[in-house]
């Protein structure tokens, strides 16, 4: 081998130094992001251990999510080779409404304790992508100043049906004359799941200032700071608790509320009417019966029952039984786009993201929000393209093989 000494003008476009960004360190930041798994590690980075387990966990042994997140892992695409995808349309119509994607934002509660800027940012985020954004009846921002941030945007209002009933009720009919378009009543928690990081972390809403929380929020100052000089947590339901979620579902949530519930909450809003929390084919079949507009299936993100049935091992017979009688959407385990598109292939028409938002909400407020959203819909268009389908129509079984690993293979 013959060397040489390298001319100077042959390594003047090697060289890529970049310059350092000093005032937009947080943009930066995000964009390093490629996955919202990269996201999460920032979050965890940047949110004390309290509220980051919170969001970040599930009940008991962690099951539930981990074989939700694992069923999108389990997957086959079977891709169709040369057809025109210069131009993918993502849209679907979804409670009686246009999305510009087939995601949205999920019902999360106590959103402003993962970061000061809260619903606000996800309401924001999502309007500007065309989305609907879901609001919990334990949200932090009330259902008008979300309503006021998004003038324009698509907004969901998820109901908790509480032991006193007609106080829940003053909040649907809030959500109504806000013009929320779609009610989802969850009904997955008769009890509070055993969310144990949160026993062992001695997490409380509103965090407590402990010696512990004192020492772990030395480097995470910027979430105290906002936390400290923001408005208190405010509910969008109840004025004030002190206590942990688990014990706060125990005591204020209804756990009497029956099939027969569902017709008086319905006579009570005009909209779309969703059962959030569907978990077989069989409360499937009797909420189509009963003429909801539409069910979620969902797990709640693995933070109720442990070892439930995996949402996306359901879509199939749920849809081969239900056929459009009602529309499906699912949540639980999403955290890429080529999920959602899986489970869009495989019969929901639309998916739900919680934790995958609240990564990028830790990670750097409504940017962060921004950042998973972006990441979400390149992947989205990335795996249609890939799969030669040009509109959501167009994704059918054909693309999709569940492997075995975690296929049920005796169902009563
Ligand atoms: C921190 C957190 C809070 C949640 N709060 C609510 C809630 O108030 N109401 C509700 O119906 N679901 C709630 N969920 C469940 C989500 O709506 C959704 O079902 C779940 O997050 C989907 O799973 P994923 O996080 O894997 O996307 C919450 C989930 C998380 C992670």
Redesign the pocket.
């Known amino acids: 081998m013959k060397r040489r000494l390298p001319r100077p003008r042959e390594l003047a476009p090697l060289m890529q130094f970049k310059r350092p960004r000093i005032f937009d360190r947080r943009i930066a930041r995000l964009e390093a992001a490629l996955t919202i798994e990269d996201l999460r590690k920032i979050a965890r980075r940047r949110t004390p251990k309290g509220p980051f387990d919170?969001?970040?966990g599930?009940a008991e042994d962690e099951i539930s999510?981990a074989r939700?997140?694992r069923a999108f892992q389990d997957i086959e695409f079977r891709p169709a080779i040369l057809r025109n995808v210069a131009a993918v349309d993502t849209a679907v119509e979804i409670f009686g409404g246009a999305s510009r994607l087939p995601f949205g934002i999920?019902?999360?509660?106590?959103?402003r304790m993962?970061h000061a800027e809260g619903e606000l940012a996800g309401a924001r985020a999502a309007a500007r992508r065309g989305i609907p954004f879901?609001l919990?009846?334990?949200?932090t921002e009330s259902i008008e100043d979300v309503r006021a941030a998004t003038p324009d945007g698509r907004l969901w209002f998820?109901l908790?049906l509480w032991r006193e009933r007609e106080r829940s009720m003053e909040l649907v009919r809030r959500a109504a004359s806000a013009g929320y378009d779609t009610l989802?009543v969850?009904v997955?928690?008769p009890v509070g799941g055993a969310r144990r990081r949160d026993k062992r972390n001695g997490m409380t809403i509103p965090p407590a200032l402990t010696f512990k929380t004192i020492v772990n929020a030395i480097p995470r100052a910027e979430w105290w700071i906002n936390f400290l000089t923001t408005e208190p947590l405010r509910f969008a339901s109840l004025d004030h608790w002190s206590g942990t979620v688990e014990d706060m579902i125990d005591t204020m949530f209804d756990p009497t509320i029956v099939f027969d519930d569902l017709a008086w909450i319905r006579e009570q809003w005009n909209g779309r009417f969703v059962v959030?929390?569907v978990q077989t084919l069989d409360d499937a079949r009797r909420l189509a019966e009963l003429g909801v507009d539409g069910i979620?299936l969902?797990?709640?993100?693995?933070?109720q029952l442990d070892r439930a049935p995996v949402p996306f091992h359901l879509l199939p017979e749920v849809k081969r039984e239900l056929g459009s009688d009602v529309e499906i959407a699912i949540?639980?385990?999403?955290?890429d786009g080529a999920a959602i598109v899986a489970a869009l292939a495989l019969g929901a028409r639309f998916a739900?993201?919680?934790?995958?938002?609240?990564y990028g909400l830790m990670a750097g407020g409504e940017q962060g929000v921004d950042r998973a959203l972006t990441i979400l819909e390149d992947q989205v268009v990335r795996t249609m393209k890939l799969l030669g389908v040009a509109s959501v129509a167009e994704l059918g079984p054909q693309h999709v093989t569940q492997l075995r690993p975690l296929t049920p293979w005796i169902r009563p």
Do not use: C, E, W
Not at 106 to 111: E, S
Not at 298 to 303: K, V
Not at 331 to 335: E, L, N, R
């Open positions: 919170y969001a970040d599930a999510l939700a997140r999920a019902p999360t509660g106590f959103t993962m879901s919990s009846t334990m949200g998820q908790y989802l969850t997955d928690t959030k929390g979620v969902s797990n709640h993100g693995g933070r949540d639980t385990g999403i955290m739900l993201v919680g934790r995958a938002y609240l």
